[in-house]
């Protein structure tokens, strides 16, 4: 028996794409699933021969209604607040931010599942079995064999035709097909149409049944009467009829050929092999299992590339941004809501997508800031009687940007502010100017005054510093902590060099700068840290996962080798935070070990990523980690994880931050030989490269535009002319 399925596996392993993941069993939970997306319908396949279930989602279906969370007139408590903190009275600030400054109502929104579609299929003997994802088609497979006949379904979520489309070959003997409701429970032959009871959304999902002489394919097509955040007029009924009177036109091929043409044109833009080992024959369960045990290089660029693939899946132009957890959710009671947090998670979803070149996912983000600039002007002027717009540490479908929860984390200005970098690092990537100018700059601009507006002069130092605020997500509501600082004096530097860009604002140029030299620097404690807070106390047995103040080596790049006190500070910081942590703070090691040239510790950081997760169970140790279907694990499962995880290889082999593209800069040992193509760096700069025996054999850089580019590669730099679209060999 052993030998048989030994057999089994390796036949099966022969066929596989190094980009597949492949399982012998159905799921027997949500995290072995497997996840396909349009950026607006995600599914989860689980594929049990007899039983099928395909767990549903849509974009926007949340609880709740249109609504301004900004606080009446909380501007007239802030004084208060800013005093006792000053005072070194934090208790009394808190709960005077508790009863006057939070927002109304205190929490915000949740997103929901919407339903299951349920295949019955004949019980039977089944042999041969199969399921797998194949990341270069992005379509899921379940294969077996029954009564002699072999059998094949294909799952995918096709962005051009709106809907998830479903293979079945050949036709089943028999089999029925059924919408649940995630919300009532309640089971259709085809039509699921209700309201989420806590809220305005209104839902219809619809399934359409096509045959032909080689199969049966199901379309399942889903919509609500979202508008937009003030706006729910729309009509689910009519939405969803379009969606699939267009799709019932095309047939299984040319859905299929379709799909393929819009997915592939994004994923097959990188390439990545860093060799592979004997592991790579296993299921993929079994390969993070064996991971601790051998150097599964092989899995490594799968989880790079399922980064990719989930980013894609889960952000496309048009749709929403990916929450945290993409987009995929089976709980109408989510982990943290499963809604957007900034003051790491939503920015860490988008980390991977300019340098892995899937620059377009980041569209929904951009468009979703627009909306939060409106919002947030609002509590800008309500609660802190400020010019431009904020954003706290959370917002959800109805663009809520006062501070929720509680103010001892609640109350964190920044995240606005953090998310407009996003806008500039796009720019930086594509060059677009038309970008730029109409998108980026106006809402870069808005960021930039509320802190013209709030930045207060700190008593003690004589320095401009933010507050209340807090440190990300430890130390309680204070004045001025290091990462408020950071993001602060990169936001104004970014507007003013997108000001010298566009020749425009010169006055508020010269203001920005004024003020920026005036923000209270970065600090080294008495342990030779980077000091977290104004005051120096800093606990160096601290290991908590955030590490809001080493905000300025990544995803900023304020301190650097050029800075080398600071840059030592930051790195003796980061060493104190120790190498574990939940899975997103894993991931954010790997960028930050990356960014201080340590490669070896980088990958250390991702082998303690890709590990066997748990979830936190009575009697049983929650740990980070990847579930059985590469899911990352915080745990709970949180997708940041997955994305900062892509952007952390690629951060390993390619950086391009103030001004210089930088080959191979923390390349562990562990992965001597290898071959990139297709990365971006700053300056419009496409990047493919080969490296053996630890040392770089060739880079192929193709500029945008003409350019001049620093060109540094194992400590030597050189300088190089680049004509657009032409390739430049370097050796």
């Known amino acids: 028996m052993k030998l048989a399925l030994a057999l089994l596996a390796a036949t099966l392993a022969q066929a596989q794409s190094p980009l597949t993941l492949w399982y012998r069993q159905p799921a027997g939970g949500w995290v072995e699933a497997l996840p396909v997306g349009n950026g607006r319908l995600g599914a989860m396949v689980f594929g049990d021969p007899a039983h099928e279930r395909i767990q549903f989602n849509e974009s926007t279906v949340w609880t709740g209604e249109p609504h301004n969370y900004a606080h009446p007139g ?51 003997q089944v042999t041969g079995y199969k399921r797998s994802l194949d990341l270069d088609t992005g379509i899921v497979a379940v294969e077996f064999t029954q009564n002699g006949v072999r059998y094949r379904r294909e799952v995918f979520a096709s962005y051009p035709a709106k809907a998830i489309v479903v293979r079945l070959e050949p036709t089943p003997p028999h089999f029925t097909a059924q919408l649940k409701d995630a919300h009532t429970g309640a089971l259709s032959p085809g039509v699921m149409a209700g309201r989420i009871p806590d809220g305005a959304i209104r839902y219809e999902a619809r399934l359409a049944t096509l045959r032909d002489s080689s199969g049966v394919t199901l379309l399942l097509a889903a919509a609500t009467n979202f508008k937009n955040y003030r706006d729910v007029t729309g009509d689910p009924h009519a939405r969803v009829e379009a969606m699939l009177a267009a799709a019932r036109t095309q047939g299984y091929a040319r859905l299929r050929a379709a799909h393929l043409a819009d997915y592939q044109r994004l994923f097959r833009r990188v390439t990545l092999d860093l060799g592979t080992s004997s592991a790579a024959s296993l299921p993929t ?44 959710n089976e709980s109408n009671r989510p982990p943290w809501d499963s809604k957007y947090t900034d003051n790491i998670n939503t920015e860490m979803n988008y980390w991977p997508a300019e340098e892995t070149n899937v620059s377009e996912c980041q569209l929904p983000l951009f468009d979703a800031l627009k909306d939060l600039a409106q919002s947030g002007a609002i509590t800008a002027k309500e609660q802190y009687n400020a010019r431009g717009w904020v954003l706290h540490h959370n917002f959800d ?11 001892n984390h609640g109350i964190w200005q920044t995240g606005g502010a953090w998310l407009s970098t996003h806008l500039w690092e796009h720019y930086l990537f594509t060059g677009n100017r038309q970008f730029l100018r109409e998108t980026a700059y106006p809402l870069m601009r808005g960021a930039a005054l509320f802190f013209v507006d709030t930045l207060v002069q700190d008593p003690k130092s004589g320095y401009l510093i933010t507050g209340p605020s807090n440190s990300p997500e430890e130390g309680g509501l204070v004045m001025g902590p290091a990462m408020d600082r950071q993001i602060v004096r990169a936001l104004f530097g970014d507007v003013i060099e997108a000001s010298r860009v566009l020749e425009v604002d010169a006055a508020l140029r010269d203001q920005l700068t004024g003020l920026r030299a005036r923000i209270a620097p970065d600090r080294i404690g008495r342990y030779g840290q980077l000091q977290e807070w104004l005051e120096d106390k800093d606990d160096p047995h601290n290991q908590h996962r955030h590490l809001s103040h080493l905000w300025a080596v990544y995803p900023g790049y304020e301190i650097t080798p050029a800075t080398p006190d600071l840059f030592k500070a930051a790195r003796q910081s980061l060493i104190f935070r120790g190498d574990g942590a939940t899975g997103w703070s894993l991931a954010w090691k790997v960028n930050l070990w990356a960014r201080f040239l340590d490669g070896d510790h ?42 900062g995880a892509a952007a952390g290889v690629a951060e390993m082999l390619l950086q391009s931050q103030n001004g210089t593209v930088d080959l191979l800069p923390a390349l562990p040992g562990a992965w001597p030989d290898g071959k990139v193509t297709g990365l971006r760096a700053r300056g419009g700069i496409g990047v493919d490269m080969e490296w053996r025996a630890g040392n ?20 030597k730099q050189v300088e190089i002319r680049l004509a657009a679209g032409r390739p430049y060999k370097v050796e």
């Not at 479908?397 to 103010?407: D, E, K, Q, V």
């Open 602 to 643: 980088a990958y250390r950081i991702l082998q303690n990523l890709i590990a066997p997760a748990s979830d936190k169970r009575p009697g049983k140790a929650a740990h980070a980690g990847l579930y059985p279907n590469m899911f990352d694990a915080c745990p709970p499962f949180q997708i940041d994880g997955n994305f």
């Open 74 to 124: 909380a501007y007239r408590y802030l004084g208060q607040i800013r005093d006792l903190l000053w005072a070194g009275k934090q208790n009394p600030a808190e709960d005077l931010a508790m009863r006057e400054f939070m927002s109304v109502p205190l929490h915000q929104k949740a997103y929901q599942a919407l339903g299951d579609l349920l295949l019955d299929f004949p019980e039977g």
């Open 696 to 715: 770089l054999v060739r880079a192929i850089l193709t500029a945008d535009e003409n350019k001049t580019v620093k060109v540094r590669y194992y400590g």
């Open 397 to 407: 479908l109805w663009r809520g940007t006062a501070p929720i929860n509680a103010s």
């Open 285 to 328: 369960d079994e390969r993070i299992a064996a991971f601790a045990q051998g150097n599964d290089r092989a899995l490594v660029a799968l989880l790079f590339q399922y980064g990719r693939y989930l980013l894609i899946s889960s952000s496309r132009p048009g749709g929403q941004p990916a929450n945290l957890q993409g987009i995929w």
